[in-house]
């Protein structure tokens, strides 16, 4: 199926005519610097910097606190949240930018075994995969010491048969962050409702990714992250959405003064506000919630291109492309895929994995050659059973091109002939992999 150009020169024709490639503009990349690890923190907007300098010294600075009206500081969770809203198929006044992705999980897993416990109390399971975001897996863990309840934790192809009687939450990450493999959001959440459980989604690598249908697929409750695909930078605010029809049948368990119906009424007993705002606990972090705002006009550029449809048209391409120079240039040395194939079940990075010889996978050496050589990937640990070892590589189709892959896996293939990866300086382990 080679019907993807093999040269250098076809790569670079393909950004030739890429009506989005002229997006790459928008960010600051560092020269010299492949960057294939978007899918972990996002790069930098242009915008960014004026933007932190504007909001501290002119809005902080000058403005002081007058600037919670002036500068529209108290809706920024709101107003990010509509912004974010289009990009994972939510409604208006359904988003709210606020805290973190962890944060947000336990709201919105509390909100739904509330609801759980109020219609089916004999449901006592939350499933979820192995392979989950381990913060995930951990939050789910602690709510279900607290409240009484088993997490139990499945592969993806045993997810339709641990829907049983007694569960009360399927919840699960759209795209996976290990292996890259997507979920069908809309079918996995039609089988959770047939079994009679509500249905969480967590998007971290997917808002800004993949298109996504949070509403039209009917699903229960969803978060997601700010500093992946959104490049909203280190440590952005995260996201979350919950279903109208949920929004307003609980408090969530966070409840601080900003989900107040009225916080600036001062009294001494909650009153959730109506709709998502009440998924608010305190005062947000207003200089990285404004450099979110900075991520998110990258997508509103797109719009004009195709939007979400158009990048993710753009994200398969690189991502097929990839794989293919993968299998055909760096054959020989053990590597594999580990995201699947079909596009309808492929995120918008590629994992591969690498067979043990004596000493390991060498997956995170060679990882750490490719970064040496300026081109940023990632690598995660395997738990030496099922889960392999993984190299992983992102593809943000807002800034990477077709002549950025062809030479990512031309220095793969150069570290693997010289056998660069194993010295010493690349297998020494640091505290972020
Ligand atoms: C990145 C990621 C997170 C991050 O959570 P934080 O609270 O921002 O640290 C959570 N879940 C998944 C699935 C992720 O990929």
Not at 51 to 59: F, G, I, L, P, S
Not at 87 to 93: C, E, H, K, R, S
Not at 118 to 125: F, V
Not at 150 to 157: R, S
């Amino acid at each position: 199926m080679s019907t993807f150009p093999t040269t250098l020169q076809h790569c670079q024709a393909l950004d030739t005519v890429d009506a989005l490639h002229p997006l790459r503009d928008l960010f600051d990349i560092p020269a010299g610097v492949i960057y294939l690890d978007g899918n972990s923190l996002g790069v930098m907007p242009k915008t960014a910097a004026a933007r932190a300098a504007e909001v501290v010294t002119q809005e902080w600075g000058q403005g002081l606190i007058r600037s919670w009206n002036t500068a529209g500081w108290f809706s920024l969770p709101q107003r990010l949240g509509n912004r974010i809203a289009p990009l994972i198929g939510a409604g208006a006044d359904e988003v709210v930018a606020t805290d973190t992705t962890s944060i947000n999980l336990f709201k919105v897993l509390s909100a739904a075994l509330s609801i759980a416990a109020q219609d089916a109390p004999q449901r006592k399971l939350i499933v979820s995969e192995r392979s989950n975001f381990p913060t995930d897996l951990y939050i789910a863990e602690g709510l279900c010491k607290e409240r009484g309840y088993t997490l139990k934790l499945v592969e993806p192809e045993e997810i339709a048969a641990a829907l049983t009687a007694d569960v009360a939450v399927l919840m699960l990450t759209h795209v996976n962050y290990r292996t890259g493999a997507m979920h069908d959001m809309t079918a996995v959440t039609a089988a959770a409702h047939a079994a009679g459980a509500l249905m969480v989604w967590d998007l971290a690598h997917s808002a800004g990714a993949v298109p996504v249908t949070l509403k039209a697929s009917n699903a229960d409750f969803s978060i997601g992250c700010g500093y992946k695909y959104l490049n909203g930078g280190p440590g952005a605010p995260a996201f979350v959405w919950v279903h109208p029809k949920h929004a307003d049948r609980f408090w969530q368990p966070l409840s601080g003064w900003w989900g107040h119906a009225a916080p600036f009424a001062f009294t001494p007993d909650y009153q959730p506000a109506p709709g998502i705002t009440r998924y608010l606990c305190g005062t947000q972090p207003i200089v990285s919630m404004s450099l979110l705002g900075c991520g998110l006009e990258g997508f509103e550029a797109a719009d004009k291109l195709g939007g979400m449809a158009a990048l993710r048209t753009k994200s398969l391409a690189l991502t097929d492309l990839f794989i293919q120079l993968v299998e055909e240039r760096c054959q020989g040395y053990g590597l594999g895929l580990a995201t699947p194939r079909a596009h309808a079940q492929r995120g918008s990075q590629v994992c591969l994995t690498r067979e043990h010889a004596v000493g390991g996978s060498g997956a995170f050496a060679i990882v750490q050659a490719l970064i040496a050589r300026g081109v940023i990937g990632d690598y995660r640990a395997g738990d030496g059973g099922i889960h392999k070892d993984i190299l992983r590589f992102g593809f943000t189709p807002l800034y990477i091109g077709f002549e950025d892959v062809w030479n990512a896996v031309e220095h793969l293939r150069q570290v693997l002939e010289t056998g660069e990866w194993q010295k010493p300086e690349f297998n020494q382990k640091h505290a972020v992999t």
